[in-house]
Structures are given as structure tokens and as C-alpha cells.
């Protein structure tokens, strides 16, 4: 149907009418499903429904006028019934904006999407999977163990007997309401990752070669240097044969990998219950390469970890489970170093506090 064009009528009959009607009421919808803006809205209501050049008046006066008296009734009820749908199209469409406006916002690529922001990791995990990967590389594979352990595990099987001194210098955080309970079965906080040393052994029959990185927990009150909680990551090599010099060359190629291979280290003797002998190690200072500055304390060296060979007493609690760690056959080295002090060495945080502060300030420096 063109536009304008009044549709021609075939008859009175009601088929007729129902047709006629029909075709007209398709038009109109055909022509509503457009219908955004009040602009588009009130060109269509002036279309159909204006008093003097509206549709429905053109057809009415072709249709009604010259219909015979009998058919009038039937083809006015149509064209209320038409009228009707008209005004109901016209009340559903929506006041939106005009057409013009709708195309500038058809695709609005001023408005941004919802961006998801990217995690960081965080310096000291960061700095813990760096350690962890230079021993993989080395052939070691990575343990976990219990953060709350037994005083067997924690102290007496690592050589620490009930009232032996050493004990006290790992101040300890206790369970309350273990008072009853014999001493190795007490559970504390562990307060270094070697008691996963004797757990790894009792499960694995030598040789192995293992790092545990972990949390753990001293009664310390937190200042700069001091917190709480720290990290460690601890290591164990047990085999036939091996010796200080293996534990010497381990760890020097570990500092090398890790801070650069212009960096040297050196062993001091030292004492830990559960190696013999024991020793502190010290790398030269990445810094300034040894000639001192702030973050060697001008002495040029820095003081990284404690290690040491197994003792033969250690072996000695794992062999009624593991009969393979008779120390007349193997011998092993072992060795723990404080993640945060390394993290914040080598990102020059001088507050450990910071690292469990949870300061988005702080932690976005390492995005
Ligand atoms: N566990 C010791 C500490 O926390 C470090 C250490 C681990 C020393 C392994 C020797 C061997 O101080």
C-alpha cells in the first residue's frame, strides 16, 4: 500500500471488511515498532489520527461515505475497534530520545567499559617464588608443612631437649590448654620451617633434596626489623657422601642465581642444635659491592641465613620410621633463610610492618 493511497474496498460483506481492515491494521503496526522519540511519536499520531490529513479520516471519508446505509454500522465499529489499536500503539512507545540523539548513542564509545584492575603480587610472595625457583632449578622439589606444630616436631626431634637453652632463642608461641598433655605433644606456632625437615624424612627415604618455603611465628614484639609472623624458606639435601662443600657450592650458586654472579658469600661458624657444625652465612653486599653503604651498614657484607650439616642426633629420630637414614651411611646439609628480610633488602623496605600493613600505597609501588 502506498502511502496516501486509500486501499480499495471490494465489498460490504464482513469477510470483506475483516480483510480491508486487516491490511490497514498491518500498516499501522508496521509503521509503530519505529517509534522512539516523541518526535517520531507525534509524526505518526498526525499520520493516522490528524483531523484533516490523517489516514484513518482519508479512509473513513472513501469508506464510510459512500457505503450504503446498512453496511455503516458494521465498517464504524472496525474503524473505532482500528482507532483504539492506534492510541494504545501510540501510549506504549516509550518517550525516548529523539532519532537524531539515538544515532550518536547507538554505539557510545565515550561511556568506558567496567575494568577489572590487575593484581600485583605481593613483594614478599614475589620474592618467596623467586627463591623457591632458583632451588627447582637445582633439582629440588617444594614441601609444605603444619603451621601449628607439636613441641616434638618444632623443638625435641630437631635436638632442642625439654629445657635445653637454644629453645630460648626462638621465643615461642604456645596453644593455651595443653598443660595436660605430655611436652612433645603440645602444639605451639611453629617458630621456624625446620620442623618440616623431620616430617619430610619420616615420609621419603633418602636421597632428597627439598626447599619449604612457610609462615611462622615467634612471640617478638614487631619494630622495624621484627614482626610477629615472618617467612622462610627451609631447605634439606640428604645423600651418600654429601658434604660441607656441597652445602658451600649449593648455597653460593643459590646467592650468585639470585642476587648476581658478582656476588660472593662467606661462612662463619655458628650454632643450631639440629646441624653440626653450624655456620651463619653472609653475602657480599649487592649494593655497593662491598665497598659499604646504608644497607650493608658500611661493612660490606650482609648476613643471610644460618645452615649447617645434618646432625647424626637428627637422623637418629626419623630412623625408627625410616630406617634408610643411618648417619654411618648418609649425610646430609640443611639450611633456612628469612624471606622478608631478603624481600626487603632487595626492595628497600625499611619497615617490616609494611609487608603486612595491607597499605594499598604501599603495595602498588610493586605493580
Ligand atoms: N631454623 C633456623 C632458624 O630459624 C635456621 C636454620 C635452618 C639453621 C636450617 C640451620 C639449618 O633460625
Redesign the pocket.
Known amino acids: 500500500m502506498q502511502e496516501n493511497e486509500i486501499p480499495p474496498l471490494g465489498g460490504y460483506s464482513d469477510a470483506e471488511l475483516d480483510r480491508a481492515f486487516a491490511e490497514v491494521a498491518r500498516e499501522v503496526e508496521k509503521t509503530a515498532v519505529s517509534l522512539h522519540s516523541a518526535e517520531d511519536k507525534e509524526q505518526f499520531r498526525l499520520a493516522w489520527l490528524g483531523r484533516k490529513q490523517g489516514r484513518l479520516k482519508l479512509i473513513s471519508d472513501a469508506w464510510l461515505k459512500s457505503a450504503p446505509p446498512e453496511a455503516k454500522k458494521q465498517i464504524g465499529q472496525r474503524f473505532n475497534a482500528l482507532k483504539a489499536e492506534i492510541e494504545r500503539l501510540l501510549e506504549m512507545a516509550g518517550d525516548g530520545p529523539a532519532a537524531s540523539e539515538l544515532d550518536a548513542e547507538a554505539i557510545d564509545i565515550t561511556l568506558p567499559g567496567t575494568r577489572r584492575k590487575l593484581g600485583a603480587e605481593h613483594p614478599l610472595i614475589k620474592t618467596w617464588n623467586e627463591i623457591v625457583s632458583v632451588f627447582q632449578r637445582m633439582g629440588y622439589s617444594v614441601g609444605v608443612g603444619p603451621e601449628i606444630e607439636t613441641d616434638y616436631y618444632n623443638f625435641e626431634s630437631l635436638n632442642f631437649p625439654p629445657g635445653h637453652p637454644a629453645r630460648d632463642t626462638?621465643d615461642t608461641l604456645v596453644v593455651a590448654g595443653q598443660e595436660r598433655k605430655p611436652l612433645r605433644d603440645r602444639l605451639l606456632m611453629r617458630?621456624?620451617?625446620?620442623p618440616v625437615q623431620i616430617r619430610t624424612m619420616e615420609q621419603q627415604p633418602p636421597p632428597l633434596r627439598i626447599v619449604i618455603p612457610g609462615k611462622v611465628h615467634r612471640n617478638d614484639a614487631a619494630d622495624a626489623t621484627h614482626y610477629p609472623i615472618f617467612h622462610?624458606v627451609?631447605g634439606l639435601c640428604v645423600d651418600t657422601n654429601i658434604t660441607f662443600g656441597d652445602l658451600k657450592g649449593t648455597l653460593d650458586f643459590a646467592m650468585k642465581a639470585f642476587f648476581g654472579s658478582s656476588v660472593k658469600t662467606r661462612f662463619f661458624p655458628s650454632f643450631?642444635p639440629?646441624?653440626e657444625p653450624?655456620a651463619d652465612v653472609q653475602i657480599s653486599c649487592p649494593f655497593c659491592g662491598g665497598s659499604g653503604c646504608r644497607k650493608c651498614k658500611y661493612s660490606g657484607w650482609i648476613e643471610l641465613?644460618?645452615?649447617?650439616m645434618v646432625d647424626p642426633a637428627v637422623f637418629g629420630f626419623v630412623q625408627g620410621k625410616q630406617p634408610g637414614y643411618d648417619p654411618k651411611k648418609i649425610s646430609g646439609f640443611?639450611?633456612?633463610m628469612g624471606i622478608d628480610r631478603i624481600a626487603m633488602m632487595k626492595y628497600g623496605i625499611g619497615d617490616i610492618g609494611l609487608l603486612y600493613s595491607g597499605d594499598l600505597r604501599f603495595l602498588e609501588q610493586f605493580a
Open positions: 626462638q617458630t621456624h620451617t625446620s622462610q627451609e643450631f639440629f646441624t653450624s641465613l644460618g645452615c649447617g640443611a639450611f633456612g
